[in-house]
């Protein structure tokens, strides 16, 4: 029936794959799918099909079907000749449930998306909001490094997001402006010189008639036009 199965009360039930070979090859553990309905055939298969799944279950008291976690992998596009395009799922089942539910997701074009938290050095994330990113370092300073293919990808590259010592830092690395925008629309920036300059002249107001910055302090002369 194309079935294997193996149990023990004893010991332990392993499977070893071991190659020995003088190259840089390994074992394999393969799987195939074909939409074919006999051996041999090779039927081509369509877009969300599963491919292969690695099952962890556990005993809930009853039987051996609720399961923990799941590996998956799955068409993830059109497949063709010398073309199979896919997906990798990891899953895990909630408190409570006896199914997994996808957590992990990496698809065909290499992007990476999560249901959940994601944490950097600490295992519970936590935050104020529903989802996050949480950064955890182990002495003081945690980071936010971003890079380009135009800044370069060293330590003093691009942009630092930072939190040390309970001091909050952004960093721009780069000898350029930093702009600030809302609603898509850039409205200030800093410039490589450390000016302050509004993005548009005489459009954009400092403070409100209903919400006024209580004292300005200069070394030199203002000129109110």
Do not use: C
Request: net charge negative; hydrophobic share 35%.
């Amino acid at each position: 029936a194309g079935v294997i199965q193996s149990a023990n009360t004893s010991g332990a039930v392993s499977q070893s794959l071991s190659l020995y070979k003088a190259d840089n090859s390994g074992p394999i553990l393969a799987f195939g799918k074909s939409r074919a309905a006999s051996i041999g055939s090779y039927t081509v298969l369509q877009d969300d099909d599963e491919i292969g799944v690695i099952r962890f279950a556990g005993a809930d008291g009853t039987d051996l079907v609720s399961q923990a976690a799941s590996i998956s992998a799955a068409v993830d596009g059109t497949p063709g000749s010398n073309d199979m395009p896919g997906r990798l799922v990891f899953s895990t089942t909630a408190d409570g449930a006896a199914e997994p539910t996808a957590r992990l997701t990496i698809d065909s074009a290499g992007n990476t998306s999560t249901t959940g938290d994601l944490g950097v050095g600490i295992a519970t994330p936590a935050h104020y909001y529903s989802r996050g990113l949480h950064i955890n370092a182990p002495s003081a300073g945690a980071v936010l490094h971003l890079t380009d293919n135009t800044s370069g990808s060293g330590a003093n590259d691009g942009l630092d997001i930072i939190s040390a010592s309970g001091i909050a830092y952004i960093y721009n690395r780069e000898n350029a402006a930093m702009n600030f925008a809302t609603n898509n629309t850039i409205r200030a920036y800093i410039s490589n010189t450390g000016h302050f300059v509004p993005y548009v002249n005489n459009t954009y107001d400092l403070g409100t008639d209903a919400a006024r910055w209580k004292d300005l302090y200069v070394s030199n002369d203002i000129d109110l036009l």
